[in-house]
């Protein structure tokens, strides 16, 4: 399984962006996509998880702001963040989970501020 992530970039406070994760290679049954964030100094962080039957989780630091999504037929999810604040900069990750193992993608970079 390969992800490719894209839609990272610089926003404002208050602002919003979305992020795309297009996965490839060995996609049956792929069960659980996520992002991930990991800001500088601090550990890697699960944000929102969805599963192939669209069940979604979320960091409490996000909810209400930020909507996982899937599209199946386009082997894609998506994280729309909203109200974006500065401590929502971080390089965010893209993860697969295809049993018996899961599988990253490359980082994109989102920075809040003004």
């Known amino acids: 399984v390969q992800l490719q992530a894209s839609g990272g970039g610089l926003a404002q406070p208050g602002g919003s962006l979305r992020l795309s994760c297009a996965a490839s290679?060995?996609?049956?049954?792929?069960?659980?996509m996520a992002w991930y964030r990991q800001a500088p100094g601090k550990q890697r962080e699960l944000v929102a998880s969805?599963?192939?039957?669209?069940?979604?989780n979320y960091a409490d630091s996000v909810k209400d702001r930020f909507t996982i999504s899937r599209d199946n037929a386009r082997n894609t999810v998506y994280l729309q963040m909203n109200s974006l604040k500065p401590e929502d900069t971080a390089v965010y990750y893209c993860?697969?989970?295809?049993?018996?193992?899961?599988?990253w993608g490359q980082g994109t970079l989102v920075t809040v501020s003004s």
């Open positions: 993860y697969a989970w295809r049993t018996p193992r899961g599988y």
């Open positions: 290679g060995s996609i049956f049954s792929i069960n659980v």
């Open positions: 969805i599963s192939n039957g669209g069940s979604s």
